[in-house]
């Protein structure tokens, strides 16, 4: 027993130690080069932070990964990362691991010039064709209630890069305050290993506890008030990472409800992000403009300060991993009903907190002739948004 789990514990240990070492050297690095958030508008800080607390994430990434192989030849342990899948062939696990570096990199340079959505999203694309020519794709998805197999063929590789990109950027979306992305990244890299080690994915599961001590060494940094943003070269990365996760815990052959666990793990995110799309595609703005209506800044609406409303979401969020445990250790009907009241309840409460209504209304001003974006500071927003809720009811 004490061979299984020595492997685990030490990757969790050594990269929560390398990010603990790691964050203050990356403080300074975001210092020097000027990679700064000032207060703002839409920020919530109220003094400069650093952004670049991604680098931190990043080496203890790579660090608990070359631990694990040092380790295990040293003392015999078994390879974590060399699993073979169900037709024999192993992952190219260099090639995914580019793949991160690569959508690092992305943020990175985002952190230091701020690049355009569109460039971005190419930095995104590029390390997710290169992680999933390393093997990481699913070819089949099985029915749970037939057992029938549709083979993906062709659409395997845009399926998974899509799956991945949109992962990566849901949690991007939801990295809005002091310690939110972080903690809940760690909540979700604890119940992939779960999940992970309960299906025999080793390669999965030595990963998951690779980025879960990596966010929670940061979290030490990162919590409020928090000394370092993890920026975009951190939310990229763990969300890519946590995606490419998801894809290794179920290998290339998945069931249908393999693949929903790890959205249900990453429920918070996805709610936020789908509201997101919705509220403004209601309001006819701009996929990509951002507003102040997110869970976070609803919450705090409500009257919760930051760390309230950062443990509320992360209690939320324990809700939906201990849910997703559940369902991979039930037959089909009642998971099926589990995730439909994990969803269920969580669009409730998104509704609660009006998620969907919008937070930028156009307003025709008189005085210059021109259509305006308003938000709720502005004295217009109030008439707009009555006519707008009038109009536009959201049932």
């Given at each position: 027993m004490a061979r299984w789990w020595a492997p685990f514990?030490?990757?969790?240990?050594?990269?929560m130690v390398i990010a603990l070492l790691a964050t203050p050297l990356a403080r300074r690095i975001a210092w020097k080069v000027g990679a700064v958030d000032k207060p703002?508008?839409?920020?919530?800080?109220?003094?400069?932070?650093?952004?670049?607390?991604?680098?931190?994430?990043?080496?203890?990434?790579?660090?608990?990964?070359?631990?694990?192989?040092?380790?295990g030849k040293a003392f015999g342990w078994p390879h974590l990362l060399v699993e073979e899948g169900p037709f024999g062939n192993r992952y190219d696990y260099p090639r995914i691991?580019?793949?991160?570096?690569?959508?690092?990199?992305?943020?990175?340079?985002?952190?230091?010039?701020?690049?355009?959505?569109?460039?971005?999203?190419?930095?995104?694309?590029?390390?997710t064709c290169v992680t999933v020519s390393g093997g990481l794709a699913i070819d089949v998805i099985v029915n749970p209630l037939s057992n029938d197999g549709i083979n993906l063929g062709w659409f395997t590789y845009p399926i998974t890069v899509i799956y991945l990109v949109a992962y990566t950027n849901i949690f991007n979306l939801i990295d809005g305050l002091d310690g939110l992305a972080a903690g809940i990244a760690c909540i979700a890299s604890v119940t992939m290993w779960v999940v992970s080690t309960m299906a025999g994915h080793l390669d999965a599961a030595a990963l998951s506890l690779v980025l879960a001590g990596a966010t929670l060494g940061f979290l030490r940094y990162n919590f409020?008030?928090?000394?370092?943003?993890?920026?975009?070269?951190?939310?990229l990365l763990i969300g890519f990472v946590l995606g490419s996760?998801?894809?290794?815990?179920?290998?290339?052959?998945?069931?249908?409800?393999?693949?929903?666990?790890?959205?249900v793990i990453a429920g918070i995110p996805?709610?936020?992000?789908?509201?997101?799309?919705?509220?403004?595609?209601?309001?006819?703005?701009?996929?990509?403009?951002?507003?102040?209506?997110h869970i976070h800044h609803r919450l705090m609406e409500e009257g919760f300060n930051q760390r309230q409303t950062v443990l509320f979401i992360y209690a939320w969020t324990t809700v939906l991993c201990m849910g997703s445990i559940l369902m991979t250790?039930?037959?089909?009907?009642?998971?099926?009903?589990?995730?439909?009241?994990?969803?269920?309840?969580?669009?409730?409460?998104?509704?609660?907190?009006?998620?969907?209504?919008?937070?930028?209304?156009h307003h025709y001003n008189p005085e210059t002739g021109?259509?305006?974006?308003?938000?709720?500071?502005?004295?217009?927003?109030a008439e707009e948004a009555q006519k707008f809720e009038d109009e536009h009811p959201l049932f």
């Open positions: 514990i030490t990757l969790f240990v050594c990269s703002g508008a839409r920020r919530i800080n109220r003094h400069p932070i650093p952004r670049m607390g991604g680098i931190a994430i990043f080496l203890a990434i790579l660090g608990g990964i070359l631990v694990e192989g040092l380790l691991g580019l793949g991160f570096f690569i959508v690092f990199l992305t943020g990175l340079i985002d952190d230091l010039v701020t690049l355009s959505p569109k460039q971005k999203l190419l930095g995104q694309i590029l390390g409020n008030p928090a000394s370092i943003f993890m920026g975009d070269s951190g939310s996760i998801s894809l290794m815990s179920v290998q290339r052959i998945a069931g249908l409800t393999s693949i929903i666990i790890p959205l996805i709610i936020d992000t789908f509201s997101a799309i919705v509220r403004r595609g209601r309001a006819h703005v701009s996929i990509g403009q951002a507003d102040k209506g250790q039930v037959t089909v009907v009642p998971r099926i009903v589990i995730f439909c009241i994990l969803i269920a309840s969580s669009i409730i409460f998104a509704m609660r907190l009006h998620l969907f209504q919008p937070v930028l209304l021109a259509d305006e974006l308003v938000a709720p500071q502005d004295p217009a927003f």
